[in-house]
């Protein structure tokens, strides 16, 4: 565990010592040094680590760094330890894993993840979030950027392998279709995300909300929501009901999708009416496609949301 230097311990540190009501809370790390223990993420730690969901110690944090929860920046921090353990859990962590973290914060979830690994990389745009977590998290690799400008294909194709994150709910889809159409594709991911997000990404055929999202991300993915996350397990609350989201990598993907900005252009262009039937919606928008109707058996008649995954691969294909 890295010791606060000393000119910090006086403001943040003394501020946590005040929040915490036991005096050996007083300083900030990961939670446990023992690797790998399902104990830890559900939330046990030694004396003298402030637990940083601990919604005292994050307003104390606050208050020190005098900072504001930035709402453009979706900064909506975790205070419940059980769905820190589920989240981490869900990781199901290895010794050889390269954990990627979207947005630390304060640090909740990364100090919960350093307990099990310390191969792990943190992207944060925050400067004053970035500056705290240089102090108490010395050996976390730390990227000062916007998650939207960095470069995923270097990172992924460096090792990066899972990605665990507490998404702000401002960048949250348009990361996740980012990750999807970078290579290689990370084996899992995990993400707290905005509930009607996450039902977007599970939908199925049928459904009035599958859509693009869910066609991008189960083509290569199994996605699950593996819990419904209340508003009041934030601080500050958000107005909306989260969701946590495991991505597991499919062994083959659902269908061959040779061409991806085709099969994209595709799902995106059609889905902007979606309620046209596709026979029509092609017609107009993307008449180059409507001969694959026939040779992929979709009735014209058919609306784009009954299309399973696997019938528009084909017709990108077609
Ligand atoms: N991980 C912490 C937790 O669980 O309590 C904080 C999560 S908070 C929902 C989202 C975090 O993402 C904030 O720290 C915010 O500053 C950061 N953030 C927001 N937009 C970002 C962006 N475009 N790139 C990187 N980080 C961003």
């Known amino acids: 565990m890295e010791k606060v230097p000393p ?3 006086s403001r943040e540190a003394v501020a946590i010592a005040t929040a915490t009501e036991r005096s050996g809370e007083a300083t900030i790390g990961p939670e446990h040094s023992e690797r790998g223990s399902a104990a830890n993420a559900a939330g046990q730690r030694p004396a003298g680590v402030a637990k940083l969901s601990n919604p005292s110690v994050i307003r104390a944090l606050l208050d020190s760094l ?17 769905i820190l353990g589920i989240i981490v859990a869900a990781a199901k962590i290895k010794p050889d894993d390269q954990l990627l973290e979207i947005g630390p914060g304060l640090g909740a979830l990364t100090q919960v993840l350093l307990a099990e690994t310390d191969k792990l990389i943190a992207i944060e745009k925050d400067r004053t ?4 977590l240089r102090t108490h998290f010395q050996t976390l690799e730390l990227l000062e ?8 294909n270097e990172l992924f194709s460096g090792g990066v392998n899972k990605i665990v994150a507490n998404l702000p709910y401002s960048v949250g889809s348009r990361f996740i279709v980012n990750a999807l159409e970078a290579a290689p594709l990370p084996e899992k991911m995990i993400f707290m995300i905005q509930k009607e997000v996450a039902d977007r990404l599970t939908a199925q055929p049928g459904s009035k909300t599958f859509g693009p999202l869910a066609i991008w ?9 593996i819990k419904n996350v209340s508003p009041t397990c934030f601080m500050p609350a958000p107005k909306v009901w989260s969701a946590v989201v495991r991505f ?9 999708v040779p061409d991806y900005a085709r099969f994209k252009r ?11 039937q596709i026979g029509s919606n092609l017609r107009n928008n993307l008449p180059e496609f409507f001969q694959g109707l026939e040779k992929c058996g979709i009735d014209p008649a058919t609306r784009p949301e009954q299309i399973p995954i696997e019938q528009w691969a084909a017709l990108a294909r077609s």
Not at 267 to 274: D, I, M
């Open 248 to 256: 597991e990598k499919r062994a083959a993907p659902l269908a061959e």
């Open 145 to 152: 950027t916007d998650v939207l400008d960095v470069n995923l």
């Open 7 to 9: 000119e910090t311990k």
């Open 66 to 82: 005098e900072h504001r929860p930035n709402k453009g920046l979706g900064q909506n921090y975790l205070i419940d330890g059980n």
């Open 266 to 276: 595709l799902v995106k262009t059609v889905f902007t009416q979606r309620r046209k």
């Open 129 to 132: 979030m970035v500056s705290h």
């Open 217 to 225: 991300s189960q083509l290569n993915y199994e996605v699950k929501n």
